[in-house]
Each structure stands twice: as C-alpha cells, then as structure tokens.
C-alpha cells in the first residue's frame, strides 16, 4: 500500500513483487502500458482511485505466470487434485471402451485376425493415435490446459491393447501358446485357480518358486468368472499391454513433468516383451519407482510419498517378479559412493531408503521367506534353475550402436545423460546404466565359479533407460530451439515430428507383434481336445474368411 501521502511530482518507477498482494497505489496514479526493466512507470493523472487499483490489478495479473503442466498437486483445491489425478485412469477407461467397440465391429465384419485386411486396419490405428496425439497436445497447449499429458498414454494404451486383441483373436492361447516356460506358467495358473495358497504348481506341500503375484491374480480371476485358467493367460497379455504405458506414465511423472511422463510412456512400444509380459510391466516401473523410494527424487514441489507406501508398492513389483531387483545391489552402493564422492552424502536420504527397503523385504515376505526357509533346511540344496543359458547370452547390450532409427535414439539418450549428469535425476539413470554393465561383467566371474546369475535377463533394461533418457532429452532439445528461433516458424516442424516419432513408434509396435513368431505359434498350438484354433488357416493366404467356431 503506497501512503496517501506519497509525492506526485514527474514520472517514477514502482517495482513490482514477484509474491505481493493486490497492488493500491496513490490516488492520482495510473499505469502506462510501457514496461522498462523490472517496474512500470506511473505517471500523475487526474483519474479515481477505483480505475487506478483496477487498472493496477489487471497489470499484476498479466505479470502472474500462468499454470502450466510443473504446477504441483497441493496448490489446487482439493477436488481438482482428485479430478487431476483420476483424470488419466478416466482417459483409459473411455478409449479401452473405444478398443472394445471397435472390436466388436471388427467381429461384425468377420475380419480374421491374420489377414492383410485386419493388418492394414491396425496401420491405419497408428496413423489416427499419432494424429490424436499431435492434435491433443496442439489444443491443449493453445487453450492454456495440461490433459494432454493424461490423454496420451491412454492412447498408446488403446493402440497396444487393440494390437493385442486383434493379434491373438481366434485363439485361446496368450503369446507361445504352451510351448517353452509358458507351459509352467499355465500350470501356475491352473494351480492358483484351485486355491488361493501360495503354492509349488508342481510338488505337494512346496512353497511357490516363481514370484507368484501376477499369476496368483489371473488364477483367482479364472475361478471367479470361470473361465478355463489356460485360456486366461491370453487376457491377461492383453490387459498387461493395455496398462503397461499407464504405469510408465504414472511413475514417471512422479519424477518429470507430465508431458515428460507422457512421452516417456511411449517407450513400452518401442521395446516391448510380449513373451514375459509380467516382467514387461515391472522393468517399466520398477527404475522410477527406486529414484523415488531410494534416490529421493520427485519433480519441483511434489511432495514425496510416505515410506510405508512406497515400500508396499516396490513389495508388489517384487511379488510379481523378482530378478530386476537384484540389480540394485550395485546401484545402492554406487548411488551412495556418487553422493560421497560430490560431498552431497546425506544420511537421511540413505536412512529413508533403508527404511523403504525394508518395508519391501517385509510386505514380499509372504513369497520370499517360505521359499528361503525350505532353501535353508534342505538337506541337499542345489539350483537347477539358473543353468540355463545360450549361445548368445554372453552379448552385451549396445543398441546405442545399432544402425537403426532406435539405436539413434538410444545414442541420443546416452549423450543426453552425458551432458546433464550434473542434474540429480540424469546422474541416477547413469548409475543405474553402469550397474547394469557392471552386473553383465559380474555375471560370467560367477558363472567361472559355476554360480550362474543369469545376467543376461537384465539387458532388456538398457534400451529402456537410453529412451527414457532420450524422451527427456528431446523435450530439452525442443525447448531449446524454440527459445531460440521464432516460435511461428517452429510449431509446424515440432508438430511434424512429433506426429512422425507417434506414428514410428505406434507401427512399429504394430510390426514387431503381428510379424512375432510366437505370435503364430498360439494360433497353431492344439487345443485341448487335440483339434487347431479357428484361426488357423490350411493355407498361407493371409486373406482368408470366417471360419466357424470363432474364438473371440
């Protein structure tokens, strides 16, 4: 508030505070529309008090920045929060009931899951995500609103269930049919849908072997629809598909900003693992889940999540499957070391991801700790499980040097972490890109001591953290050359390439699943009672019609 008394001689500056409240200035004081600097020069006028402050008002408004997508939750009321954060699960549901419908459709038609038909369908799906995709972040960024970020990820969602679908319609088998350790994994299924015990599939009165979680649901699922459990594995794929870039976009933008999060969500397409799909749905959020619960790390103004939470939630990942967490026995010390190293060690940092640690050990003790204690007590114990091993398990993980649009871009992540490995965020992804170099090299001194750990398992993460790197660092580099070039001139490239890294993406994945080998096999593995799927054609023509019995 400016004193009444204020002298009103010539023109004078007022500066205005990033953080004041409504400005009320002298009586005879009105604002030019010319700034300099910092302030706003005033000069005397003959105008009221009332056409002052409002003016006044109006000018602090244009200087308030307005909100974009790094506004944090706590600074809305409490029912935009909760529309916020449901916004992405209502996204999924609208365009998973898009999918179902177009299904539906597709079943009207007779379409036949392995004709050029249903393919050129699932092409033209790509063609019209990227377009939605590009058209929602356009309107979005033109209105001044931030739901693209929520809408996108249940786009590529929508385009990899539908792919899915489509992929495996016609027969009731998931991806291999039972052929390979999917025929265990059946058998898990089968035994989970007789009782809901945390048992060996196999031996009686064992406890469970393989992490159970993901199994453990899909059997209790099958005894409470009643539906055959071999038959259920196939929807399960399918909804892994359908959820694995919702989870990667959920955990990350606990980390980045959300249209950060939302392009990162794209990643699951361009390296997806069709065979193991419940490991596909943990590598995706097992690495933003750890910089969060261990690393510390959350994007500008979010509040971190409470121990027991994150603990309950790294417990859940473990149950489902286990292996990706061996890694961080090397990541823990070499994160610690990092910190020590930069005179940034700080113990509660540690403390707290001691603390979540453990939550996690106890919340997966259910799974783990029969398990250890009949390991223990054997009176012969020897590990059969881990001997297996091929001809090219030895290969190291380079796709940064593959001549290959993704190798590029995996080349472009690694530089980009490079570049920025001072940022606390860039650092840990590099950490955890050295452990799992590290664990390779560990990998074949244990396996000299005839202790194979199976290391290869782990290089399906490398790419996976050289694109998220590469995400960010596209989003860095646009921001970069917008800054630098006229904005009207640059929209149009960005929206171009944008469209055609979706599009790169989305039929990409589409290739990748329709062209997968073990694909095929489910359409011709044997039903039970010795006959083949519907879908199984006694020719090669991929343009064939309806046969009878259609499975959906």
């Not at 008394?5 to 200035?25: I, V």
């Not at 992490?211 to 005894?223: I, S």
């Not at 113990?347 to 009949?374: D, H, K, Q």
């Not at 796709?399 to 871009?409: K, N, S, Y």
Request: with cysteine; charged share 15%; glycine share 8%.
């Amino acid at each position: 508030m400016l004193p009444e008394s204020w002298p009103h001689r010539g023109p004078r500056l007022l500066t205005l505070a990033p953080c004041a409240g409504p400005l009320a200035l002298g009586r005879s004081a009105t604002l030019l529309p010319e700034r300099r600097g910092r302030g706003i020069y005033m000069q005397d006028s003959a105008e009221g008090s009332d056409a002052v402050l409002t003016r006044a008002r109006q000018a602090e408004a244009a200087l308030r920045p307005r909100r974009t997508e790094d506004e944090t939750p706590h600074e809305r009321s409490g029912l935009r929060r909760w529309c916020g954060s449901a916004r992405p699960i209502f996204f999924a549901v609208l365009v998973g009931l898009v999918v179902l419908g177009i299904h539906l459709l597709a079943l009207r038609a007779g379409a036949h899951p392995r004709s050029g038909r249903t393919e050129y369908g699932l092409h033209t799906a790509a063609m019209v995500v990227a377009a939605l995709a590009v058209g929602a972040v356009w309107w979005a960024r033109r209105t001044g609103r931030t739901w693209d970020s929520d809408l996108l990820p249940a786009l590529f969602a929508g385009l990899a269930g539908l792919t899915m679908l489509t992929a495996l319609h016609g027969t009731p088998f998931d991806v291999y049919g039972v052929q390979g350790d999917q025929s265990f994994r059946t058998a898990m299924v089968t035994r989970f849908a007789d009782t809901w015990q945390i048992v060996d599939y196999t031996y009686r009165d064992l406890p469970g072997y393989y992490a159970p979680g993901y199994f453990w649901l899909l059997g209790r699922a099958a005894a409470l629809t009643g539906v055959a459990p071999w038959h259920i594995l196939k929807f399960g794929g399918i909804a892994v598909a359908f959820a694995v870039p919702l989870v990667s976009y959920l955990f990350w933008r606990r980390l980045v900003a959300p249209r950060h999060a939302a392009l990162i969500s794209a990643v699951p397409l361009i390296v997806p693992d069709l065979y193991e799909s419940y490991g596909w749905l943990v590598q995706l959020a097992m690495i933003p889940w750890w910089l969060e619960a261990v690393h510390g790390l959350t994007r500008p103004g979010l509040r971190r999540r409470h121990p027991i939470v994150l603990g309950l939630i790294g417990a859940a990942l473990f149950c489902v499957y286990y292996y990706y967490f061996f890694l961080f026995i090397l990541v823990f010390p070499l994160f610690l070391a990092v910190q020590w190293l930069r005179g940034e060690f700080d113990r509660r940092v540690a403390g707290r991801g001691i603390v979540v640690l453990t939550i996690a050990a106890l919340g997966s003790a259910i799974f783990w700790a029969p398990l250890a204690w009949n390991f223990l007590t054997a009176p012969h114990f020897e590990s059969l499980n881990n001997r297996w091993i091929t001809l090219n398990s030895g290969d190291l993980a380079l796709p940064m040097l593959e001549p290959t649009v993704v190798g590029a871009l995996c080349l472009f992540g690694l530089g980009h972490l490079v570049l920025t490995a001072r940022e606390a965020l860039s650092r840990s992804l590099l950490v955890v890109l050295v452990a799992l170099y590290l664990w390779h090299a560990l990998g074949f001194v244990f396996l000299a001591l005839d202790v194979p750990l199976m290391s290869f398992r782990m290089k399906t993460l490398v790419p996976l953290v050289l694109l998220s790197a590469a995400a960010l660092g596209l989003v860095r580099g646009v921001q970069w050359i917008l800054g630098r070039i006229s904005v009207p001139a640059m929209w149009p490239v960005v929206a171009v390439g944008a469209g055609l890294l979706a599009l790169m993406v989305g039929d990409g994945f589409i290739n990748r699943v329709v062209d997968d080998p073990r694909v095929r096999a489910a359409h011709n593995e044997t039903l039970p009672d010795g006959s083949l799927p519907p879908s199984t054609t006694p020719t090669s023509s991929r343009l064939c019609p309806r046969r009878p019995g259609w499975t959906p």
